[in-house]
């Protein structure tokens, strides 16, 4: 039965009984007495309150205590007194019973309504998503349900329209409303060859795309199933809780017992006002809040950091996030746009271009395309090679027209003779920030090519907000030490750390990591083993490849300022998680003695219906301080550099 339907039946059938609470000064009376509330709350106990007794009894067999056990207990010690007192003829407080049910439920039911609303904003995109596509079929585009969209279809969208699927741009061009996705508010420009994610808004032009990935496989989906799973991830910080729970209800039960004792055998008190005082012990010391604590505070933050186009994808993240002193920056990609393009040759241009071209028409890596997409604008097309081999560290070799050709960077120059010029003209370049590759035949340099990545506008910017924060970057990279100096000074990194291969870079982060927590930031496929050894692994968006990301944390709009936003949000979400325990438990020890009576005197008494009701709004102030985390200030976009 659902926690809505329990409660309303709690709260019909408890009705009867506040109106004659409320009325009874004037001497009004329930039809029936005590027989009708007997027959109505045990109505309450059967429907609304067995789930308790039984969660209850599951973890009594296991030897454990849980936040039922406090309810169960108390309501069936309220609900059993009062049949022994009716049939002896003493005061009664089935009412009791029935409004901790009631109220306790309400604390639920509050609860699901909060919970509900923090992953709105993931299920808002499962709606957003297109129901129909405008599919190539036979020479003609014909509209089908999104279910029949294949990878490799064709795909037309027009001005207006929700984009179905992920793909590439085939022919046409327009601006995209990615906001939906990744949080950026401002519409896209994309061309041929961009790709596209699906259930965003086409809005200005007509454009045909291919389906690269459809259904779970798509960007969206992606984000969903991260989201959720984050969500219902457990915090370390929650087996706190659990292990509180486990001793505190016992000690409640303790002090219960010992509150009936005091009442009843030292103090004089009557049966019933005993009881009353121990079953109100009960009920106020459920923690419920407890409990409450870390899981509401987890789901607003992730389901805040998808709006935001920031992925969590486990809770672990957020108490490391607040132990990071140091920082590590991939370059290319990362600080950088990650489209390096050829600015320079010296050397005979053609000749040098043709080499270089030829040994790297092969290869996917980003220098490798910006020489081939250069021998391509001059219209030089490469050779044939043979006998070809990587040169680890170093570059590639191979046969070109019955010569050695060499192409890679400048640990080449100790197998090779060069010149003094051209050691000139290298050092030149790289006091410029570009990257120089060396081109040889036989042993010889014949050119050079020079290649830039500038820095992303943003990442000045953004570096300087993470000092602000008090965090130490550094930039690890695989580029020789001359540029990737050059690159750090334009973005504000004093700490690199250059030519590191690949391999190398998780053995670098594990250095730094004996001085204290250490978060790395990479693109997330080249940079895998160095995300997974980080304590704090944040991946750029890569793509559409959201899943496969190594990193705790992914960026899906690629910007690295959104760098300190996610470490901003992880922090505040762990703080409020802390928040949360730390009133969650001063509730329940400031409560337990005003319901055990220890204020009597003063005219201070918590009967266990106030009990209850004190306790759904313990919980609800927990859940409200979570949701509150929606209004919380993350580090506002800092002016482009």
């Not at 699927?165 to 409303?177: A, F, L, N, P």
Request: include cysteine; charged fraction near 20%; glycine fraction near 8%.
């Amino acid at each position: 039965m659902k926690i809505t339907t329990r409660f309303w039946i709690s709260l019909i059938f408890s009705l009867p009984m506040l109106v004659e609470m409320i009325l009874k000064p004037w001497g009004f009376m329930l039809p029936g007495g005590h027989w009708t509330m007997l027959a109505l709350t045990t109505v309450v106990m059967a429907l609304s309150a067995r789930p308790f007794a039984q969660s209850a009894w599951a973890s009594f067999k296991k030897h454990h205590s849980n936040m039922d056990t406090l309810v169960a207990i108390g309501t069936a010690t309220a609900y059993f007194y009062s049949i022994y007192a009716m049939i002896t003829g003493q005061a009664v407080f089935f009412e009791s019973a029935a409004f901790v049910t009631t109220f306790v439920l309400l604390g639920q039911v509050f609860e699901e309504k909060m919970r509900n609303n923090a992953s709105e904003a993931v299920e808002k995109l499962v709606n957003l998503q297109a129901k129909e596509a405008e599919v190539l079929r036979d020479g003609k585009y014909v509209k089908v349900p999104l279910s029949e969209v294949a990878v490799g279809d064709q795909i037309r969208v027009r001005p207006g329209e929700k984009i179905a699927v992920d793909g590439v741009i085939e022919s046409g061009s327009s601006t995209i409303d990615e906001s939906m996705v990744t949080g950026e508010s401002m519409p896209v420009t994309k061309k041929v060859g961009d790709h596209v994610i699906g259930s965003t808004i086409n809005n200005t032009g007509t454009f045909v795309f291919k389906a690269s990935k459809v259904g779970n496989d798509t960007m969206l989906a992606q984000i969903v199933e991260l989201v959720k799973k984050a969500q219902n991830s457990h915090a370390p910080i929650q087996n706190l809780t659990d292990r509180v729970s486990d001793i505190f209800v016992p000690v409640v039960l303790i002090l219960a017992i010992a509150t009936f004792l005091v009442w009843y055998v030292f103090l004089g008190a009557t049966l019933a006002h005993a009881l009353i005082f121990a079953v109100s012990v009960v009920v106020i010391a459920c923690p419920c809040a407890l409990g409450l604590a870390t899981p509401t505070a987890l789901m607003v933050g992730t389901g805040r950091g998808a709006k935001m186009g920031i992925l969590i994808k486990n809770g672990e993240v957020l108490e490391k996030v607040n132990e990071v002193k140091t920082i590590i920056f991939d370059k290319t990609g990362t600080v950088t746009n990650g489209t390096p393009e050829v600015t320079d040759v010296v050397g005979d241009r053609d000749q040098v271009l043709r080499v270089a071209a030829s040994l790297e028409q092969s290869s996917e890596h980003p220098l490798a395309t910006a020489i081939t997409k250069a021998a391509q604008k001059a219209d030089i097309a490469p050779a044939t090679v043979t006998n070809f081999t990587a040169v680890e560290g170093k570059g590639v070799k191979a046969q070109l027209n019955g010569k050695t050709a060499l192409v890679g960077n400048e640990k080449l120059l100790d197998d090779l003779a060069i010149d003094e010029q051209w050691q000139d003209a290298m050092m030149d370049l790289q006091k410029a920030a570009k990257t120089v590759v060396v081109v040889a035949l036989d042993n010889r340099v014949i050119g050079l090519i020079a290649i830039q990545d500038a820095p992303k506008p943003t990442s000045k910017a953004a570096i300087a907000e993470l000092k602000t924060q008090g965090l130490q970057p550094v930039m690890l990279t695989g580029d020789n030490h001359v540029v990737a100096k050059a690159i750090a000074r334009q973005v504000g990194i004093d700490t690199v750390i250059a030519e590191v291969l690949p391999r190398d870079k998780a053995e670098r982060v594990k250095n730094f990591q004996k001085a204290g927590k250490v978060a790395f930031v990479g693109d997330g496929i080249n940079d895998a083993p160095a995300l997974s050894t980080a304590d704090v692994g944040i991946a750029m968006g890569s793509g559409t490849d959201i899943a496969i990301e190594s990193g705790g944390i992914v960026l899906v709009k690629n910007d690295l300022r959104d760098v300190a936003k996610a470490l901003e949000l992880s922090r505040k979400t762990f703080n409020r998680i802390k928040l949360n325990l730390f009133w969650a438990f001063i509730y329940n020890v400031l409560g337990i003695p005003v319901a055990a009576g220890v204020f009597y005197l003063a005219g201070i008494i918590l009967s266990p219906e106030l009990a209850g009701l004190a306790m759904a709004f313990s919980s609800l102030s927990v859940v409200t301080s979570s949701v509150l985390l929606n209004r919380a200030k993350i580090a506002p976009k800092s002016a482009t550099a």
